[in-house]
């Protein structure tokens, strides 16, 4: 029994469906995934309260995205100089398979942990949800220029995080 605006989506359904792909979202961006329930929580009060404007977009499921990937944003700035606790950020403990596999998956997750909270929104964004840099530029409300130069030095970062790690466990 959701809301449903006039010849708009509903409201329920559009929950049931996004609520998982944002929490994904904003948990690699502020690297704690109960976080970032809360902050897509957040997300859906606001559409709520809004929905019969919001349900009438033609994609409801944008507006979502760009109000989650900002707050995660905000939220990431803001917790920047707390260290990260535990390891549930990113959705638990490791997957099962070989080791190595594994392994990369921890040492890629630590290093998005790493990158200051806009260049991990465009890793996110373009590298995981597989946008095109236009429409992460629309999202954080950037220019594309300023995607690309994040992307570039996100994967720089990145690399290097990933090369030293490699480097101590060859060199103890």
């Given at each position: 029994?959701?809301s449903?605006?006039?010849?708009?989506?509903?409201?329920?359904?559009?929950?049931?469906a996004?609520?998982?792909?944002?929490v994904?979202?904003?948990g690699?961006?502020?690297?704690?995934?109960?976080?970032?329930?809360?902050?897509?929580?957040?997300s859906?009060?606001?559409a709520?309260?809004r929905?019969d404007r919001?349900?009438?977009y033609?994609?409801?499921?944008?507006w979502?995205?760009?109000?989650?990937v900002?707050?995660?944003?905000r939220?990431?700035?803001?917790?920047?100089?707390e260290?990260?606790?535990g390891?549930?950020?990113?959705g638990?403990?490791p997957?099962?398979?070989?080791?190595?596999?594994?392994?990369?998956?921890?040492?890629?997750?630590q290093?998005?942990r790493?990158?200051?909270?806009q260049?991990?929104a465009?890793v996110?964004?373009?590298?995981?949800e597989?946008?095109p840099?236009?429409?992460?530029a629309?999202?954080?409300g950037?220019?594309?220029?300023t995607v690309?130069?994040?992307?570039?030095?996100?994967?720089?970062?990145?690399?290097?995080?990933l090369?030293?790690d490699?480097?101590?466990?060859?060199?103890?």
């Open positions: 029994m959701g449903t605006g006039a010849e708009g989506a509903d409201f329920d359904e559009v929950f049931t996004e609520f998982p792909r944002l994904g979202i904003a690699l961006i502020v690297g704690d995934r109960g976080r970032a329930r809360e902050i897509v929580q957040e859906f009060a606001r709520l309260a929905w919001v349900g009438r033609d994609s409801p499921q944008a979502l995205t760009t109000v989650t900002r707050q995660a944003v939220a990431r700035d803001r917790s920047r100089r260290p990260p606790v390891d549930h950020a990113l638990g403990g997957t099962p398979g070989p080791a190595s596999a594994v392994e990369a998956r921890l040492l890629v997750q290093a998005l790493e990158l200051p909270p260049q991990r465009v996110v964004l373009h590298h995981l597989d946008r840099i236009a429409e992460v629309e999202l954080l950037v220019r594309q220029g690309k130069t994040q992307l570039s030095r996100a994967r720089a970062r990145i690399a290097a995080l090369e030293a490699v480097i101590a466990e060859v060199h103890p």
